[in-house]
Structures are given as C-alpha cells and as structure tokens.
C-alpha cells in the first residue's frame, strides 16, 4: 500500500485505489506488511520441523499486517494434548472489526480435532479449545475464519488488532467399557441355568420279571 505520511498516519491506500493530485506537489511513501511467516515448531515429543503461516483479507486496509514480536510457533498450553505444539499470531495496523482467512501449515499431517485455544466467549475467565469458524483441513494444512473483536480474537475489542493462537488436539482413545461385578454374577447365573436346562435325564428301564 502507500501513504502520505512516511510513518503511516497519513491517508492510507491500496493497490489499485485512485489519487487525485493536489495543487502542490505530493510524495507517496511505500508502506510494506508483512503477510506471510515460517518458522520451527514446538513439538510435545520428537524433533521440530518447519510450520509456515499466512493470511488474507478484503476489509482490514493496507496496513494489515503480522506483527513479527507477537507471532510463533509454541509449545502447547499445560495439559492439553497437542503433538505438533501450538500457533500464535498477531495482526496489527487493521480496521476494526475486520475478517482475515488464515492459513497455518504443519510439518505432519493434521490427525485429530484442529481447535483454537483461548476465550470462548466475551465473558470466560479461562482458556479453552473451540472449533474455528468456516474451518478447511486438508493434509497438513487447516484453513479458518478470524473477525476482530468476536470469536477467536483473544482479547474480544474490535480494535484492528486479532490476536489468535490454535493447534491439533489428540483425540483421546477410549478405552472397551468393562461389566461390573454384578453383571458379571449375573452372565453366571444365566450361563448356568442354560446349562442345567442342557442336562437330560438318563432314562430308567426297570424289566418286570414274569410269574
């Protein structure tokens, strides 16, 4: 995009916009964001590979764009199950209340429940994992949708900053359920009368003797 301020608080305008010339000379400055990031995951066991990110968006201005401080590959919150680790962003320069569609790419294929971890709504107190909105898996990719301010941005203020982390979930295997004792004692009880009711009788031939 440009600007007509170097530091970027002028007016803001992006490829393709129109610019009418004022009286006097006017000088643009190019501003450059940063879309797209690749870096070393944090795997739970294992060696780390090399994840990539990247996002797009029709409604966040030209000066959407990540902010490198903020955004990692991480290690998985205390307790939750997540082979490959966990991913945060942080986009910054946006207009409030925006949409981006982003795109994180794993070294292993996605196997389990993607999920975003954070606040599931404007009011919890905890962090927790919830599916993402309009979410694409495909091989080691998961695709989904962010808006400022709802859902999925962490902090939940339309402010033109999104902040999001997410990652796979394991599903936990669950285990064959066993009978108790009581049904144990009763599957005896009724393999035994089966097999009582199995038994026959010897029959009795008694010859009665002639006079």
């Excluded at 964001?33 to 409604?59: E, K, L, Q, R």
């Excluded at 991480?74 to 981006?100: D, E, S, Y």
């Excluded at 009711?197 to 006079?211: E, I, K, N, T």
Aim: charged share 15%.
């Amino acid at each position: 995009g440009w600007n007509t301020a170097a530091d970027g608080s002028g007016s803001g305008y992006a490829a393709g916009d129109s610019f009418t010339m004022p009286g006097a000379d006017t000088t643009l400055y190019a501003q450059w964001v940063v879309t797209d990031f690749a870096g070393p995951t944090v795997p739970s066991t294992g060696a780390s590979g090399t994840g990539t990110f990247n996002f797009t968006t029709s409604d966040g201005g030209p000066g959407c764009g990540l902010d490198l401080a903020e955004t990692a590959f991480v290690a998985a919150p205390p307790g939750q199950n997540m082979p490959q680790g966990m991913f945060k962003f942080r986009l910054t320069g946006c207009t409030p209340g925006f949409t981006a569609r982003v795109t994180v790419t794993w070294p292993q294929p996605i196997a389990g429940r993607y999920v975003k971890w954070g606040k599931a709504s404007a009011g919890a107190t905890q962090s927790s994992a919830f599916a993402p909105a309009n979410l694409s898996v495909s091989g080691r990719s998961a695709s989904f949708d962010v808006t400022d301010g709802a859902q999925g941005d962490d902090d939940w203020t339309s402010d033109g900053t999104l902040t999001d982390p997410s990652g796979t979930l394991a599903e936990e295997l669950q285990g064959v359920p066993t009978l108790g004792e009581l049904a144990l004692a009763l599957l005896a009880l009724v393999a035994g009368g089966l097999g009582v009711r199995g038994l026959r009788r010897p029959a009795v031939h008694a010859d009665r003797a002639c006079s």
